[in-house]
C-alpha cells in the first residue's frame, strides 16, 4: 500500500520534472508569462492550504481522540496535506527559481526578502508536515489557542511577501 503510494508519487515527479524540463529548455516565447501565471496558481493553491489546515488543527483539538470525528479530522487533514499543499509548494518553488534566473532577478534586493520569508512559509509548512502526524496518532501537543495563533502565520507572511513581488519598494 505504502510502496505503491510512493512508485505512483515517483513516477509522477519524474514525468512532471521531464515534461517541466522539455518546456523549459525549449523555451517558447511567452513562456515567462505563462509561468508566472502557472506560479500564482501554485502560490494560491499553497496559501489556500497554509490558511485551511490550521483551522481544522483548531475543530480538531475539540474532537475526542479515537472518536469518529476525529478520523475524518485525519482523513481532511493527510489529504489536503499531500493531495494540495505539498505539490503545490513544490510547482511554487520551481517555477518562482525559474522565474528569478530567466528574470535575471537574483541581484534585486525585494527577492532575497521575499526568499527570507518564503523560507519561513516553508518552515512553516514543515512544522505543519509534523503537526498532521502528530494528530494522526493522536499525539497532538498543542492547545487550541496555539493553533489560533499559527492561522495568523501564514496571512502575515503573504501579505508580505505579495507586496515586495508586485511593488519591487527596493
Ligand atoms: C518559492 C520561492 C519563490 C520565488 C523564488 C519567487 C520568485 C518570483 C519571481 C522571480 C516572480 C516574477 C516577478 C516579475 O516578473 O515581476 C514572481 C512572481 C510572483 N510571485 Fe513569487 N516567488 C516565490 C514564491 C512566492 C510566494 C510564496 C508567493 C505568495 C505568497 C508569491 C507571489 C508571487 C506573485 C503574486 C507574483 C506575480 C507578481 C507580478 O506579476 O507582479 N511567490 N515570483
Not at 43 to 61: D, E, K, N, Q, T
Not at 111 to 134: D, N, P, Q, T, Y
Amino acid at each position: 500500500m505504502v510502496a505503491a503510494r510512493v512508485t505512483r508519487a515517483v513516477i509522477g515527479l519524474s514525468l512532471t520534472a521531464v515534461l517541466v524540463g522539455a518546456l523549459l529548455w525549449w523555451n517558447p516565447s511567452g513562456l515567462y508569462l505563462w509561468a508566472k501565471a502557472v506560479h500564482v496558481i501554485a502560490v494560491i493553491s499553497w496559501m489556500a492550504g497554509m490558511l485551511y489546515l490550521p483551522r481544522l488543527f483548531i475543530y480538531h483539538c475539540e474532537a475526542e481522540p479515537g472518536s469518529r470525528q476525529s478520523e475524518t479530522f485525519k482523513v481532511m487533514e493527510r489529504r489536503l496535506l499531500t493531495i494540495i499543499i505539498n505539490p503545490a509548494m513544490v510547482v511554487t518553488w520551481v517555477l518562482g527559481l525559474w522565474l528569478a534566473y530567466e528574470g535575471g532577478w537574483f541581484k534585486a534586493e525585494w527577492l532575497h526578502a521575499k526568499l527570507a520569508l518564503v523560507i519561513a512559509l516553508s518552515a512553516l509548512h514543515g512544522f505543519m508536515v509534523r503537526w498532521v502526524r502528530e494528530f494522526g496518532s493522536e499525539q497532538n501537543q498543542h492547545t487550541q489557542k496555539f493553533y489560533r495563533i499559527i492561522n495568523e502565520v501564514p496571512t502575515v507572511l503573504m501579505i508580505a511577501i505579495v507586496v515586495l513581488v508586485v511593488v519591487k519598494p527596493f
